[in-house]
T-cell receptor, first 109, second 118 residues
Framework: GQNIDQPTEMTATEGAIVQINCTYQ??????LFWYQQHAGEAPTFLSY??LDGLEEKGRFSSFLSRSKGYSYLLLKELQMKDSASYLC??????????WGAGTKLIIKP | GAVVSQHPSRVICKSGTSVKIECRSL??????MFWYRQFPKQSLMLMAT?????????EQGVEKDKFLINHASLTLSTLTVTSAHPEDSSFYIC??????????????FGEGSRLTVL
């Protein structure tokens, strides 16, 4: 079956750096997405990786290793507003999105 | 980025009634829209793919007669929860892709609709 694994919850300190990992087993691979979802709101797009390596976008970076079925989202200079759930999603060979359950990130002052 | 608007954001209804949720793409045309359901602390679950001018494609386990989807135009898809029951209480989210955003195929989500069935 298809599976996306990411930690349920993480805690970090304001101003610090946090890395949220995602591992996947899917039938085929056509890209990996990270979305941010604040409580009670819809997800918003953060990043997209289809080739191995690091994609940097401001304070957020996303890394992909297709051979390892692994990605991480790196958040730098954490702010209180970064408290949210972070969803990892993989697009499989049928171009269907397979979603992880999300990682709830708690930022403490 | 592209904007998807969803209405209503919250709805409370009595058991047995029907509820309609609208999803609009405001600045682009969406031939395909996706309807998701999300229970608390759980992942997004795709319910169905809505295709403009044709029947929706439902995921396994989703009752098409209970969750009626209509995609009558390139900017509007509706989800009607018929004869709602308390177990249908959930967060319903629609999404669409903007063909102009390139190859990433990122989804743009509506604000979501929280349904509470009493």
């Amino acid at each position: 079956g298809q599976n996306i694994d990411q930690p349920t919850e993480m805690t970090a300190t304001e101003g610090a750096i946090v890395q949220i990992n995602c591992t996947y087993q899917t039938s085929g691979f056509n890209g990996l997405f990270w979305y941010q979802q604040h409580a009670g709101e819809a997800p918003t797009f953060l990043s997209y990786n289809v080739l191995d390596g690091l994609e940097e976008k401001g304070r957020f970076s996303s890394f992909l290793s297709r051979s390892k079925g692994y990605s991480y989202l790196l958040l730098k200079e954490l702010q209180m507003k970064d408290s949210a759930s972070y969803l990892c999603a993989v697009r499989d060979s049928n171009y269907q999105l397979i979603w992880g359950a999300g990682t709830k990130l708690i930022i403490k002052p | 980025g592209a904007v998807v608007s969803q209405h209503p954001s919250r709805v409370i209804c009595k058991s047995g009634t029907s509820v309609k949720i609208e999803c609009r793409s405001l600045d682009f045309q969406a031939t395909t829209m996706f309807w998701y359901r999300q229970f608390p602390k759980q992942s997004l679950m795709l319910m169905a793919t809505s295709n403009e001018g044709s029947k929706a494609t439902y995921e396994q386990g989703v009752e098409k007669d209970k969750f009626l989807i209509n995609h009558a135009s390139l900017t509007l898809s509706t989800l009607t929860v018929t004869s709602a029951h308390p177990e249908d209480s959930s967060f319903y989210i629609c999404s669409a892709r903007d063909p102009e955003t390139g190859d990433t195929g990122e989804l743009f989500f509506g604000e979501g609709s929280r349904l509470t069935v009493l």
